[in-house]
């Protein structure tokens, strides 16, 4: 029977038990509110969501200024390999008085923006977009890999007694024009602009600017 009696009186008893809970909260509320913490404490809570937020753009100064700080920008890389064959002769048949090397050497390519040649009249702020306009790829440095590089043939004439001492810094020198030619001919400049491209838009988004266009100081070469 006493279950039968719980279970006519259960929703008056759950509408009893949240009454009292709400009267709690709010007895609860009326004593944080009397004393002086407990009003300075609510104070405090309306004035942060009340509170104005200001936010500021750099200007196109302080953006070149802060891109100027990285310089040269390396943004693609590339390596090549040469084979270099030398003559050296005093006019007399190679095989006689002469001599000739065959030389493999590996070069190593850079390329990116330099960041100095940029001005603030290539800079255009518009609230939170922002338009820069970036100086054309460049090679930075060349340079040649030791590892990898060697001599592989060498011969010299019958009546050569003082071999050359520059035959293979010529085959060297040949090389990096070789890799100078390839990064120009090639594709590394193109992935040079295209990854700095990507690299700027990251750096300007963390100058808080939500849009971001890049442009170029001269046409690219198709």
Known sequence: MWLQWVWRWRRPIGRGVKIVGVG???????????????????????????????????????????????RRLETARQTTMHDVAVEASNGLPVWLAGERLRMRVVAETSAG??????????????GNRVRITLPEPQIFDIAIREAGTEV??????????????????????QALLEARQAALQGELLHRARMNAAGELQRLLKMLDFEQVQIGWQTAHAK
Not at 113 to 126: A, F, M
Request: aromatic content about 8%; overall charge positive; glycine content about 4%.
């Open 24 to 70: 709690l909260l709010l007895l609860l509320a009326f004593g944080v509110l009397t004393r002086e913490a407990g009003r300075e404490w609510l104070l405090d809570r309306v004035r942060s969501m009340t509170a104005t937020v200001y936010r500021s753009q750099p200007s196109p100064v302080v953006v070149v200024e802060r891109l100027q700080a990285v």
């Open 113 to 126: 923006i330099d960041l100095s040649k940029l001005k603030p009249e290539h800079v255009q702020v518009s």
């Open 152 to 173: 592989y043939h060498r011969e010299r004439g019958w009546l050569n007694f003082h071999p050359d001492k520059q035959i293979e810094q010529r085959a060297r020198n």
